[in-house]
């Protein structure tokens, strides 16, 4: 069991370094194959479009092959697409094969969360594993940069590669052969989609990164024409943000624990520190120090919906209820970021923290709707 955790610990530092390197290897891919931005930019549509597929399938997945098989499905998925595009396709084929990436990442996010939400005291395990993804995150850019200095940007794929591949082997090793033998996939995704929990948390999730998103993408922007801070601080704040996210997921729910405080109430009172740092930022309070607040405050929330849906679902459901909100989150995470840069762009980049507050207030609700089960006073 200890073993499984470790290894899932270690897979979605894997998938944070995917993640974040991605970023800094578009110049490089944008001077190899002589495009512009807009055109690079395709690979986040298919990307995306292949992550929302493995959400969709996660559960039909479970059932028919169980979680070994399926992160080893998820993984070779993975390896093929980061064969594929090191050893650098026409561009067209680069962009296509970006679904399949997103694909394989997506099996192993959804599949690994349904695994350690299994588990005893789940809401600390999910923080951590997504705490780790962060971890990735952050040293993604540093690993792909340095790499540049040495090599082609494919080199980076084939790194990912290999790495997964080693993964994979290890995934067979560690986790039990164990298939569930149910032919109700097709019922069970009907069923999620119409679990009232499931669509709040959808709904949630879909609010959540819209603010994770939409704040870390345009943050630097709002510090340099509003708060009219250097280049320098106003990048080490976006660092400050990103960091405050990470620890937030490794402090807030063990401390919390100590204090006898349930997943769901604490997370609850995290969305009233969003809202409230939010405000305070908004004020210029705390305009540098806040964005590491609202990170910290922020990090808990997406680990901790999918930690509590064992509690507010059938457990039969859980594991394609997690695959909806991992795939489904994309929404949030591309089409709220946009209309927060497209408010900055018309009305000036002053409007992304009410913007923000929006956001989170309704965060606030949402959440208090979908955990109220959780947060009511147990009878004996």
Known sequence: MRSSIFLSYAAFVLVGIGAAAGGVL????????????????????????????????????????????????????????????????????????????????????????????????????????????????LAGPVIAAWTLNYASWTAVWWGLAAATALMAVAFMWTFPKKVVQEKEEKQKLTNALRNRYVLLAAAFLTVYLGVEIGVGNWAYSYLREVNLESHLVAGYAVSGYWAGLTAGRFVINPLAGRFRMTPARTSLWCCVGVAGTTVLIWLGVVPIAGFVLLGFFLGPLFPTTMAILPDLLPARLVPTAIGVLNGGSVIGGSALPWLAGALGQGAGMWALMPFALTLALAQLAIWFYLSAPSLAPRTK
């Open 26 to 137: 578009l110049p490089a891919q944008i001077a190899d194959y002589g495009v512009d931005k807009a055109l690079i930019g395709l690979i986040f549509f298919t990307s995306s479009a292949g992550f929302l597929l493995a959400g969709l399938t996660n559960g039909a997945l479970i059932e028919r092959l169980g979680l070994r098989l399926s992160l080893v499905a998820g993984s070779s998925a993975f390896v093929l697409a980061a064969v594929i595009t090191a050893a650098r396709p026409p561009f067209w084929a680069l962009i296509a094969v970006q679904g399949l990436a997103g694909y394989g990442s997506g099996v192993l996010e959804s599949v690994l969360n349904v695994h350690l939400a299994a588990l005893p005291n789940a809401a600390t395990l999910l923080n951590r594993l997504h705490a780790f993804f962060g971890v990735g995150a």
